[in-house]
Each structure stands twice: as C-alpha cells, then as structure tokens.
C-alpha cells in the first residue's frame, strides 16, 4: 500500500482520479479543496500532461490492521440511493435502495462524478412497470447493471473490453450475461433501456452500436461527458435529450426514441468531436 498527495484544479484532479481508477487499484481516496490524497497498490501513473503536481507520503504509523479503506464512507447519490463497499454501514436511518460494490480493479464503485450522473438520470427514467431487459456498455465494476437488477429488469446484459471488468462484473451481478468486448458483442440484439459510462472519445466511438443495440422507443442514458463536451456529442446525436444531470463535474443524458439501426452509421451521426 501507498499513500501520494496531488495538487491542481479540479478538472486536473478529476482526471487523475479517473485515471487512477482505470489503471490502479485504488484502494481510499480523501478529497479537499484543491488537492487528493490518493491510497493504492503500486506506482502512480503518468500524470504530467493533466498539470497535476504529485508527491509520496509516508504511511501513518497504524498497526498491521492498516488497509487504506479507513476513509471510505457510503455515497448517497439522492434522498433514495446508497452506493457503498461492504465493509461501510449503511447510514443512520436510511431506508431506500442501496448498492453494495466492492471495490476492485474495476472503474465504478460509486464514488465518480459520471457514476453518480448516470444513475441520477437512470433513477429519473426508470419505467414503470421496469424494462424487460437492460444492457450496460463499459460495464466496469457492474454497478449500474447491479442498480438495474435491483429495481426489477427482468433480464440485464453487460460487456466491457476490460477482462478485469468483466471478472468484477460476474462476481457482482447474479445471472447477468457479462461479455468481454462493447456493444458490438451483442450485435442483432434490441435492449428498451441501454446505459452507457464511457469518456467522450468512447461515447463517439460506440454511439452508433448504442443505438442499433436500442429498441425504437428505447431509452439511452449515457454519462462520463464534461460539461465542455455537451456541444460535440449533441451535433452528433439526431434529437435533443429528455434529461440532463450533473454531478462533480460529469454530465449524464437520457434520451428515449432514439432506437434503431438506421440511425447508427456514423455517415448519419456525422464525423464526431
């Protein structure tokens, strides 16, 4: 375990810590005006492009129960959404829907900005009665699949190109159909409901599986988008969204009736960002 200190503005420290959580394991994480303190298993990666100034510290002089989770605390994502590890109780008093994910090497226990903003736009699109089936593209830790199971889709896929991805996401999601590779994998498949948690150059790259692999009425929530990158990914995108919700900084959309094959060519969705 190791335990480095990084300096910068908040878009820079962002994305470090997504970084960070894409390509370590990262094991707590303390965030303050300004800086992050940042517990993980082996060397940080490169940073010099984000303008993030890094330094090691020392560990606390704790006895040999150290973990790096001390500082790990239940996320409470609205009034009725818990995401915690297992090892945090659940809040005084909480009574709505919580999602336990342990946190592994996959990207997505709960704590990022696009996690966050996904499921907020998910929560205020959830049909009623739920969907017949859902898929989740970039799958990570399963927890957006996991929020899905827990609100009653009657059947949930997964993929993501990540083999350990896709090892977190079995373990987690009961009877999922996890499958390593994007949306692509699921090819000649329609979903009514199709989440997707990627970055922007991701989300440019998948959109047109994202939508042949939609129902025509379906609805689409996809997150991980700036604020700054809304304008591109928009031009591309053949309506406006019903939802939009910002969290630390992350945008997730929600559209429905985008569905159907005719409108993923990226001839149709034009040239991208």
Do not use: K
């Amino acid at each position: 375990m190791r335990r480095f200190l990084l300096r910068g503005d908040e878009s820079g420290l962002a994305a470090a810590l997504e970084l960070c959580h894409c390509l370590r394991d990262v094991q707590g994480v303390v965030e303050r005006d300004g800086e992050l303190e940042l517990w993980l298993e082996g060397e940080l990666p490169a940073l010099d492009e984000l303008s993030v100034r890094t330094v090691e510290l020392t560990l606390p002089p704790a006895g040999p129960t150290l973990t790096g989770f001390e500082h790990d605390a239940a996320i409470l994502v609205d009034d009725g959404l818990v995401v915690r590890p297992p090892w945090v109780a659940s809040p005084a008093g909480f009574t709505g829907l919580e999602l336990v994910v342990p946190r592994g090497m996959a990207f997505g226990s709960g704590e990022h900005g696009s996690t966050q903003a996904a499921l907020l736009v998910m929560t205020a699109l959830w049909p009623s009665p739920p969907p017949a089936r859902v898929l989740d593209v970039g799958t990570g830790s399963g927890v957006l699949a996991l929020y899905a199971q827990r609100r009653g889709a009657a059947a949930v896929a997964a993929c993501d190109v990540e083999v350990e991805a896709v090892a977190a996401a079995r373990a987690l999601l009961c009877s999922a159909d996890v499958r390593l590779g994007g949306p692509a994998v699921f090819a000649g498949e329609r979903f009514p409901f199709v989440v997707a948690n990627l970055d922007a150059r991701q989300l440019h790259a998948a959109l047109p599986e994202l939508l042949a692999r939609l129902a025509p009425a379906g609805t689409l929530v996809v997150a991980g988008l700036r604020p700054t990158e809304l304008d591109a990914f928009a031009a591309r995108v053949p309506a406006a969204p019903r939802l939009c919700r910002e969290r630390l900084g992350y945008v997730g959309l929600g559209y429905v009736g985008l569905g159907g094959a005719e409108l993923g060519s990226p001839e149709a969705l034009g040239s991208g960002a």
